[in-house]
């Protein structure tokens, strides 16, 4: 199965990830960060296969000018 790919409004320490390689199941909260620079690689904790993507949000304009 393709990985799956979470957004990273979606993203937190209760998102269920598991892992089609091990069979490892268990929940996200490696990565605290709210941001990612494009999108970042959730890696199994136990044979370090890449089983999620955290995409960014989908920039939003109304309020632009006030983004930091
Ligand atoms: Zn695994």
Known sequence: MA???I???D???HTQLHCD???W??????ASERR???FVAVRCP?????IATVVPEPP????AASAS
């Open 3 to 5: 990985r799956r790919e």
């Open 7 to 9: 957004t990273s409004a």
């Open 11 to 13: 993203y937190s320490e």
């Open 21 to 23: 390689g091990c069979g």
């Open 25 to 30: 199941n268990g929940a996200a909260g490696e």
């Open 36 to 38: 990612w620079p494009d």
């Open 46 to 50: 136990t044979c370090d296969r890449t």
């Open 60 to 63: 939003t304009p109304k309020s």
